[in-house]
């Protein structure tokens, strides 16, 4: 699977927005990471898992950007993706709590399905 990552600027401020290579259209859904938290556990998870990085340009609507295409093996993107559509939900308030701080200086995929499993328990 390969991905593209676009960091992007917008009203509420930065944000880190993946798109699926084989499906970029414009106006397409992309998933958007808007916390630091959130971002730093995204790149990190991305970085550890990646197979292929390379450096390239995103053109939407006319607008010339910088953006990393990373490669991934089909069933870890598929999971990764599943669960950093689930992080982007979670409140920023609960993004700043210690289990997420702690996530972002460590993070796995088993260890953010356990807290994001918790997390939807607890706030239904």
């Known amino acids: 699977m390969r991905l593209l990552l676009v960091p992007w600027s917008g009203m509420p ?3 880190l927005r993946v798109y699926k290579t084989s499906r970029i259209l414009p106006y ?29 340009t995103f053109n939407p609507n006319h607008s010339l950007r910088m953006a990393v295409e990373i490669k991934l093996p089909d069933d870890v993107g ?15 308030s609960m993004l ?17 399905e356990r807290v994001l499993a918790v997390t939807k328990l607890v706030n239904g």
Not at 78 to 92: C, D, G, I, N
Not at 96 to 110: Q, W
């Open 13 to 15: 401020g930065f944000m």
């Open 28 to 56: 397409h859904d992309c998933l958007e990471i808007s916390t630091f938290t959130g971002q730093t556990i995204a790149l990190k998870l991305f970085d550890m898992y990646a197979e292929e990085k390379r450096l390239t």
């Open 78 to 92: 598929e999971r990764l993706l599943r669960l950093l559509s689930a992080l982007s939900r979670v409140k920023p």
């Open 96 to 112: 700043r709590r210690k289990t997420f701080r702690m996530l972002a200086e460590n993070p796995s995929l088993e260890e953010l």
